[in-house]
């Protein structure tokens, strides 16, 4: 295969759907996984039917990054060619609910640190020592403006999101001297059905969250991601937080009158 191959973790909704156009359209290869497999095949439909985005190979599997089981059954069943990633997107992830940790759902507790955490290493332990073999590679995780500062509500989502941050730190640290670059990018409020998520599939509570503001949207992350693997090798952009104007700091939104 001759095209730099990418491994996108959530690519069938949001930031990871976004980032498998952006990257397809850069000339990357592209490995897809996410648990719902119409959402997949929605994507694989959506980069054919774009001329940009049509030439890229596209290797798609139904995976649930929760299970180590899964993630090495995957790996394994990769074709060889398509072992040599160049680029990991460790964007798979949610939130659960918003309440007082006193009050909160001990499944929706599960659930985050699973996917979030447990997930996000589960997948970058599989793939990090052919990464480490090539001498080169490139991991980019999906952390959040709530890794950066909690909001009132959002303890055990933040805390994922905390934990998200320190490991994007020590796998630079211990990856550096593989040639490995380590990217950890931290949005605010994206408009994706993360909040529909977050709210059990409550549409109207979910549109709440974006009203009166403008929002960031799932192709300005994308845009980022693309930035971020486009420098020259040396140069390896640590972290980048990126909000919409409007959301100054994580619990603060300024909304405009309707
Ligand atoms: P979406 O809900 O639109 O997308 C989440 C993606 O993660 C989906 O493709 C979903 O696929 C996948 N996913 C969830 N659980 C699993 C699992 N167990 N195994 C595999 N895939 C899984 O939300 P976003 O695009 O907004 O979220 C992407 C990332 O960005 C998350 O890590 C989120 O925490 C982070 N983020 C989002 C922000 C926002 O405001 N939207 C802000 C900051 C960070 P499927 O359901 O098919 O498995
Ligand atoms: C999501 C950021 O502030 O919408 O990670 O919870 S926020």
Not at 76 to 83: G, R, V
Not at 109 to 122: A, C, F, R, S
Not at 146 to 173: H, I, P, Q, W
């Amino acid at each position: 295969m001759s095209q730099p191959i990418a491994l996108i973790t959530g690519a069938s909704s949001g930031i990871g759907f976004a980032t498998a156009q952006t990257l397809a359209r850069m000339g990357y290869d592209l490995v897809v996984v996410a648990r719902r497999s119409d959402r997949l095949q929605s994507l694989l439909d959506v980069l054919k039917s774009d001329p940009e985005t049509a030439k890229s190979q596209v290797y798609s599997s139904v995976l649930d990054v929760r299970s180590l089981q899964q993630v090495k059954d995957f790996y394994q069943n990769l074709p060889a060619s398509w072992k040599n990633i160049d680029v990991l997107v460790n964007n798979a992830g949610l939130a659960k609910g918003l309440s007082k940790f006193y009050d909160g759902d001990t499944d929706h507790w599960d659930q985050m640190i699973d996917t979030n955490v447990k997930g996000l290493m589960y997948v970058s332990r599989t793939v990090a020592p052919g990464m480490i073999a090539r001498g080169k590679g490139h991991i980019i995780n999906i952390g959040s403006i709530a890794g950066k500062e909690v909001y009132d509500n959002g303890n055990v989502y933040c805390g994922t999101k905390f934990a998200v941050d320190a490991l994007t730190k020590s796998m630079r640290l211990e990856l550096a001297v593989h040639g490995v670059r380590v990217t950890g990018i931290h949005p605010g409020a994206v408009e994706t059905e993360f909040s529909i998520v977050r709210f059990d599939g409550d549409e109207q509570r979910a549109q709440k969250v974006y009203e009166g503001f403008d929002n960031l949207i799932a192709e300005d992350i994308a845009d980022a991601i693309g930035y971020v693997v486009s420098r020259k090798p040396h140069v390896n952009i640590n972290d980048l937080v990126i909000m919409p104007q409007a959301q100054a700091v994580a619990g603060m939104i300024i909304r405009k009158e309707s």
